[in-house]
């Protein structure tokens, strides 16, 4: 089997299966695991997807830039914006992570809600300037240009010292062997700050970011109270998360 025919079975078994083992790509077709793991490095450089321990998982298709971001999956954020922002109850405190599907939320918050709101995404804070219900704590930082958020020691610091009801975490990836993944290593920490701070922590994540996996892990499948999605998603997909104890939302 050449390279290439090599290659497209291992994607399309990937596919099929959610997750491919070097060990058992070796012995299925008749080559060496240094021949496999040089296949899967190729594959990774592709963005086809994410090299793990003995294999490789399915590769978040999210894109790091918020400008991009800003056009996946319109219909998927409206849904699962509809839904959690029926989620908060009036008087709560809430984190609100920076992103677009975050962004999304906010601005589907009743314009009558009396909240407070902590984001360290500027977007977020601009989309809440009309709720004068909502009390607005914007937590300061080094603005991260890629993905618009405020980043760094202090923002943590601020974070760490918050107690919130929930919070609404903007992710890459979902997956219940690998946990809560993202694209840039500078916003774990503030990711892992938030979740630390909240009662209940809601994950919103278009249903092609489950399953697949980010190169940084924030924590966990765990550390989910719950998981909003779109009402599309398969039981199949969403089942693995339900036996974890998380309660999945449809949008």
């Known amino acids: 089997m050449f390279t290439e ?3 497209r079975y291992i994607v399309d078994l990937l596919q099929r299966e959610g997750k491919v083992v070097a060990a058992d790509l070796s012995a299925r077709l008749d080559v060496s695991e240094d021949t496999i793991r040089r296949d899967l490095r ?3 450089r592709l963005g086809v997807l994410q090299r793990v321990h003995g294999g490789a998982l399915p590769r978040s298709p999210s894109d790091p830039r918020y400008t991009v971001r800003q056009q996946e999956s319109p219909e998927a954020k409206l849904a699962i914006a ?3 922002a029926q989620l908060v109850r009036p008087g ?3 984190i609100m992570d920076a992103g677009t599907t975050t962004l999304e939320i906010a601005q589907h918050l009743p314009l009558d809600l009396p909240a407070t709101v902590i984001t360290n995404g500027p977007p977020i804070a601009i ?4 709720h004068h219900m909502i009390e607005v704590i914007v937590v300061g930082g080094e603005l991260h240009k890629p993905s618009l958020a405020n980043i760094g020691a202090a923002t943590v610091q601020a974070f760490n010292a918050i107690r919130a009801d929930l919070c609404f975490l903007g992710v890459a990836g979902v997956h219940q062997e690998v946990g809560v993944s993202i694209l840039a290593h500078e916003e774990v920490f503030v990711k892992r700050a ?4 909240a009662g209940d922590v809601v994950a919103v994540s278009a249903g092609e970011k489950l399953g697949t996996v980010a190169p940084y892990v924030v924590g966990p499948i765990d550390v989910l109270s719950q998981i909003v999605t779109e009402r599309s998603v398969p039981e199949a997909v969403l089942e693995p998360y339900r036996r974890r104890g ?3 939302v449809l949008g």
Request: charged share 25%.
């Open 194 to 197: 938030m979740i630390d701070g």
């Open 42 to 44: 190729g594959l990774a």
């Open 127 to 130: 989309a809440l300037a009309e």
């Open 92 to 94: 709560q405190i809430v």
């Open 5 to 7: 025919e090599r290659r």
């Open 246 to 248: 998380i309660s999945i």
């Open 82 to 84: 509809e839904a959690a």
